[in-house]
C-alpha cells in the first residue's frame, strides 16, 4: 500500500483516494490537463490593505477563465464560528447559504500559460497539514513555481507609483528580483508556511506586498492591484489587460488629488510623505521619521479622504 502523506500517483486510483482522504480533498476534475502551471496564491483574512491583492486576483481569474478542480473539506479547515455562512433571507424565507471555501482553480493565461489559483479564506486550523497538501498538490500538477500576493499599509504618499515588497525562502529568488526588502519580525499568513513548504519540495516560491498609502487602506487603491499585477508579469511573464483597473487608477488620483488640495495641513503632510518616499530607496519600517510621520498624519488624513468619499455620488 502506498504511503498517503507521499505524492500521489495519479496512474494509482487507491493511492490517490488515501491521498484525498488523508488531507480532505474533493476532486472536481479528476486529470486536469496543465502544463508547467504558475500556482497564484491569494487566501483571504490576512494583511490586504485596501483589499488590493483580492482586486488582482479577481482580475486574474476573470482573464485566465478560471475554473475549480478541486476543494479542500470545510469542516476540517475552516472555523466556522469565525467565518459564519452568509444567510440569504428573502421577505423571510432562508434561500440559501453562502460557506467560505477553499479551492483550487485552474486557467490560461491570454498567452496561453497554464495557471492555478490557491483562493478562499485562510484555514483557521491544521496549517502544517493544509500546507503540505497543497505542496504536494503542486508538485503532482507539475507546478513550476508559487506566486502569493498581499498588500499592507504604509508611509507612503498616493502620488508615486505603488513600490512592491517581496519575501522567500530562497536566496535565489530574491536575488531575480528588483522589489524591496524588508527586515522584521511579523505574525505570518498561510502564504509565508505555502512558500516554505513548496521550498521544501524544490518549487520557487515568493510573496509578492504591494504598499499602500496608510490614509487610504480602507478603500480600495487600484493603483496598488495594478502594481501587484506588474509585479507577477516581472516574475512570471503572466500579463493580462486589466484596462479598467488601469483606467481607475487616474481616476482615483485625481479625486485623492482635489481633497488634498483643499487641505493646506494635508498638502504639507503629503509633501513630507513625497520626500521620505524619495530619500528612500527601499523601505525603512523602523525608521523614526517614518513612525513620527504615520503618528501625526495618518488618523487626520484618513478622516479626512474617507468623509470626501461619503460625500461623492
Same mark, same amino acid.
Given at each position: ?201 524544490? @518549487?520557487? =516560491? +515568493? &510573496?509578492?506586498? *504591494?504598499? !499602500? ?10 493603483? #496598488? ?14 500579463? @493580462?489587460? =486589466? +484596462? &479598467?483597473?488601469? *483606467?481607475? !487608477? ?10 488634498? #488640495? ?52
Amino acid at each position: 500500500m502506498s504511503d498517503p502523506g507521499n505524492t500521489p500517483d495519479p496512474r494509482d486510483p487507491q493511492a490517490r483516494a488515501e491521498f484525498d482522504e488523508q488531507y480532505g480533498i474533493d476532486r472536481h476534475v479528476e486529470d486536469p490537463t496543465l502544463h508547467e502551471p504558475v500556482l497564484i496564491v491569494m487566501l483571504t483574512g490576512w494583511i490586504d490593505a485596501a483589499g488590493a491583492a483580492a482586486a488582482a486576483m479577481d482580475q486574474l481569474r476573470r482573464a485566465c477563465e478560471s475554473t475549480p478542480i478541486l476543494s479542500f473539506d470545510d469542516d476540517r479547515y475552516v472555523d466556522f464560528r469565525a467565518r459564519r455562512p452568509t444567510m440569504e433571507l428573502r421577505d423571510g424565507l432562508n434561500t440559501n447559504l453562502d460557506w467560505a471555501t477553499i479551492e483550487m482553480r485552474s486557467g490560461r493565461s491570454p498567452d496561453g500559460r497554464d495557471v492555478l489559483f490557491l483562493v478562499g479564506p485562510e484555514p483557521d486550523m491544521a496549517w502544517r497539514r493544509f500546507s503540505r497538501a497543497v505542496a504536494l498538490l503542486a508538485v503532482e500538477f507539475g507546478v513550476t513555481q508559487m506566486v502569493s500576493l498581499g498588500a499592507y499599509p504604509f508611509a507612503a504618499p498616493h502620488t508615486r507609483p505603488a513600490r512592491l515588497s517581496v519575501s522567500s525562502p530562497s536566496i535565489e529568488m530574491l536575488a531575480a528580483v528588483s522589489f524591496a526588502r524588508s527586515s522584521v519580525d511579523v505574525p505570518a499568513g498561510m502564504a509565508g508556511v505555502l512558500e516554505h513548504a513548496m521550498h521544501a519540495q524544490k @518549487i520557487p =516560491a +515568493l &510573496g509578492i506586498w *504591494a504598499q !499602500v498609502p496608510h490614509y487610504v487602506s480602507a478603500m480600495e487603491y487600484p493603483a #496598488a492591484s495594478v502594481a501587484l499585477l506588474d509585479g507577477l508579469d516581472e516574475v512570471t511573464g503572466i500579463s @493580462i489587460d =486589466a +484596462l &479598467g483597473l488601469r *483606467a481607475e !487608477v487616474d481616476a482615483q488620483r485625481a479625486r485623492l488629488d482635489r481633497m488634498i #488640495a483643499d487641505k493646506p495641513e494635508n498638502e504639507a503632510m503629503l509633501r513630507q510623505l513625497e520626500e521620505l518616499h524619495d530619500l528612500a530607496p527601499t523601505e525603512d519600517e523602523d525608521s523614526d521619521d517614518v513612525e513620527e510621520l504615520e503618528l501625526r498624519s495618518g488618523d487626520e488624513i484618513a478622516q479626512e479622504i474617507q468623509e470626501f468619499f461619503r460625500d461623492q455620488p
